[in-house]
């Protein structure tokens, strides 16, 4: 076989061993998610070797979706890790065999503890699936390994296995994409979601305009903001908006009578507006939805405070 076609073949049976993950979906699988969900302390996910990899990954997948939980070393517990367990924890614990001895040494403690135990193994009569509380099967037919041995669709199902976990958690608990990034404050998704108006919005050398403001003076000031917009002050507060749109269209309409035109001929009277504390993925479905490019930022009192723009919302 070329290189292209072993690659093709260990896709498709690491892609089949997910999909023979479908029907070991069980009443151990509900019952994991309700332990999980009915946990008071931690999630602690354990393994051994590529095993423990695996955990590892779950273990971060379960802590950024809502699920207080991290991946500890069964080696490491003899040497005074235990001590960050407790009663009202759950152990995930993983073992392709069901039968690692490092990782039944640990087992005895946690039974000791009164931990309830979710196994992930791929053999339902291991030692770990006896003394589990429930055993997920994470069994696979064969290797992707061409030699059977390497763990390779076994670890793969595992992983998916936790993603399913993870889940199905997510919609027990109606997480939001709110709740995601408050887990993701750095990446892009929390950074719209959790950054403000007040973070990002324009406040020095805004085009402000009186209505009585005839045209031809409106447009160098329009034009020196950069903004492609000017905003109409009556009173400190906020009386409309001109944009460069507006000013091309009066051009168009009065000709030689444009200059005479004022602010207040042209404005839109009620522009949209938004809080200090208004969050950048709303103010990015208002300019979608409105079809503009730039919003006013005001007060209580409908005083301009800043304006936010449409790349202030490119996070």
Known sequence: MTD????IQCIKDEAQAIL???????????????????????????????SGHIGAKIAATLASTGTPSFFINPLDVFHGDL????KGDVVIAISNSGQTDELL????????????IIAMSGNPQSLLAKYSTCHLNVSVEKEACPLNLAPTSSTTAT?????????????KRD????????????????????????????????PILAPEMHLGEAIILVSKGKLGLGIAISDGHIAGIITDGDIR?????WNAEFFDRTVSDIMTRSPKTVTPQAKISDIQKMMN????????VSDNDNRLLGVVDRYACIL
């Open 4 to 7: 292209k076609e072993n690659a």
């Open 20 to 50: 023979d993950l479908v029907p070991k979906i069980d009443d151990n699988f509900e019952q994991a998610v309700n332990l999980i969900i009915q946990c008071s302390g931690k999630v602690i996910v354990t393994g051994v070797g590529k």
């Open 83 to 86: 001590g960050v367990m407790s």
């Open 105 to 116: 040494r640990f087992i005895p403690m946690v039974l000791h503890m009164e931990i309830p």
């Open 159 to 171: 992983l998916v296995m936790g993603d399913a976990l993870a889940v199905a958690l997510m919609k």
């Open 175 to 206: 997480f939001k994409p709110q709740d995601f990034a408050q887990f993701h404050p750095g990446g892009e998704l929390g950074k719209r979601l959790l950054t403000t108006a007040q973070d990002v919005m324009i406040t020095e050398n805004l």
């Open 249 to 253: 269209r009066a051009m168009e309409r």
């Open 289 to 296: 939805q409105y079809k503009i490019h730039n919003v006013l």
